[in-house]
C-alpha cells in the first residue's frame, strides 16, 4: 500500500500541468462534470485541495460555499497548494484514526483527495482539449477504493449514476465511469 502523500505527489504531477495550460479564454468552457464550467471546476478543486490540508491535520472544513479563486497568479497557487496537500498528508500518523465530521477512516479521506484531483485533472483536460493519463499507481489504489465509496457517493449526490464502460476500456476511464462520466465526452462542437 502506497503512502497517500506519494501517490497525492504522483496525482499532482498529472493534474499540474493541465492547470497550468488553462486558457483563460476557456474558463466559460462546458466539462464533463455537468454543473462546473472550467472556472467553477478551478475553485471546486481548490477548495478540495486547502480543505483536505485541513482535514490531515484534523482541523474543520466548510465545503459550502465557494470562493472564486481563480485570479491572479491562480496557476502558481494551485500548484503550491497542490505540494501543501501532499506535505500535509505525508505528517506521522496521518492515516491513522478517523477524520472529519463524518467520522471517515483516514486513508479514506485521503484517497477521497486523490479521486478529486485525478478525476477533476481529466475533466479540466477534456474540457480544455488536453491529454490527461493518470498515473498506473494511482490508478492502481484508487480504482478499488472509488468502487467501495460509490453506492454512498451516489447516495450523497456526489457520484452520478455509472457510465456504462466497454470491457476494454482503462482503468482510467472506469474510474470515471464509476463517477457517473462518459469516458468519451467531447466539448460541444462550436
Not at 478551478?42 to 484534523?58: K, P
Request: glycine share 12%; aromatic share 6%; charged share 25%.
Amino acid at each position: 500500500m502506497t503512502k497517500i502523500s506519494e501517490l497525492l505527489d504522483a496525482a499532482a504531477a498529472r493534474t499540474c500541468p493541465v492547470v497550468r495550460a488553462v486558457d483563460d479564454a476557456q474558463l466559460t468552457a462546458p466539462t464533463p462534470c455537468g454543473e462546473y464550467d472550467v472556472r467553477a471546476l478551478l475553485n471546486h478543486l481548490f477548495q478540495v485541495v486547502t480543505n483536505f490540508q485541513a482535514l490531515a491535520a484534523r482541523r474543520p472544513v466548510e465545503f459550502g460555499e465557494t470562493p472564486d479563486v481563480v485570479t491572479g497568479d491562480w496557476r502558481g497557487r494551485f500548484e503550491a497548494e497542490t505540494a501543501r496537500l501532499a506535505k500535509a498528508w505525508d505528517a506521522p500518523g496521518v492515516e491513522e484514526g478517523a477524520v472529519g465530521a463524518m467520522g471517515l477512516p483516514a486513508r479514506t479521506v485521503g484517497m477521497m483527495a486523490l479521486g478529486d484531483l485525478v478525476v477533476h485533472g481529466w475533466d479540466l483536460g477534456r474540457a480544455t482539449g488536453q491529454d490527461f493519463d493518470a498515473d498506473p499507481v494511482v490508478l492502481a489504489e484508487l480504482g478499488p477504493e472509488f468502487a467501495g465509496l460509490a453506492p454512498k457517493a451516489r447516495e450523497m449526490k456526489v457520484f452520478g449514476e455509472p457510465f456504462p464502460v466497454p470491457a476494454g476500456a482503462t482503468a482510467l476511464e472506469r474510474l470515471v465511469g464509476d463517477t457517473g462520466r462518459d469516458p468519451g465526452w467531447r466539448p460541444p462542437r462550436g
